[in-house]
Every structure is written in C-alpha cells, then in structure tokens.
C-alpha cells in the first residue's frame, strides 16, 4: 500500500488549496477514503471521509462549509479542496483507507507521509 499526498504549502488566511493523495497498491475504489490532520504539537483529528463511490461525505464540524472531499476512482486519487483557510487549518493532512465511514481514527491501517498546509494570518 502507498499513500502519496501532495499540494500543501503557505497561504495566507481566506486563500484556498486543493490537496491530492494518490493511492496505490490496494482496490481503491473499495475503499472508504479518510483525511486526517495533526496540528503542530497537537494529535491527529479525522476531517472528512468519503464512500467508496463518492456519494456520501461527511466533514468535522471545524471544516464543514469550507472543505470539500472528493475521489477519482478512475485515477485513484483523492482529493480535499480547501476554501476560506484559516490559521487554526495548519496542520500536516494525510490520507488514509478504511472499511467503513467513522468520525474516529480507528482502523486505518495504513498512511502516507502527509503534506503540510500552513495558513499565515
């Protein structure tokens, strides 16, 4: 398994990204994808997540209205576009595959080495 993330940089806060996280070495497309994000010196804290078709979504409270997941199944890539940042958005942001749709970090197995998105105010 192999988790790629990309497109995290330094923005300024009100400015948008769209992060990447291109999957390899498993069925993709029977996977639940999950995003997750550790803030400096703080623990992880799940985002968002998306069936494996891409028809449901859900997002943390602290991003809703601002962050969009999506997938391409075709091209096993997944992707968190991010509107309106905000300082408190800094953070390393990974991806990760599950079996089911939770709120919780449990049961995600494998991850990539995140991308860092860092908001300046």
């Known amino acids: 398994v192999e988790l790629v993330e990309s497109g995290g940089g330094l923005v300024q806060a009100g400015d948008s990204l769209r992060l990447s996280c291109a999957a390899s070495?498993?069925?993709?497309?029977?996977?639940?994808m999950t995003w997750v994000r550790q803030a400096p010196g703080k623990g992880l804290e799940w985002v968002s997540d998306i069936d494996s078709g891409g028809g449901i979504t859900n997002y943390a409270d602290s991003v809703k209205g601002r962050f969009t997941i999506s997938r391409d199944n075709a091209k096993n890539t997944l992707y968190l576009q991010l509107n309106s940042l905000k300082p408190e958005d800094t953070a390393v942001y990974y991806c990760?595959?599950?079996?089911?749709?939770?709120?919780?970090?449990?049961?995600?197995?494998?991850w990539g080495k995140g991308t860092l998105v860092t908001v300046s105010s």
């Open positions: 070495g498993f069925t993709f497309i029977t996977y639940v």
């Open positions: 990760a595959p599950r079996l089911y749709l939770a709120r919780h970090l449990d049961g995600m197995d494998y």
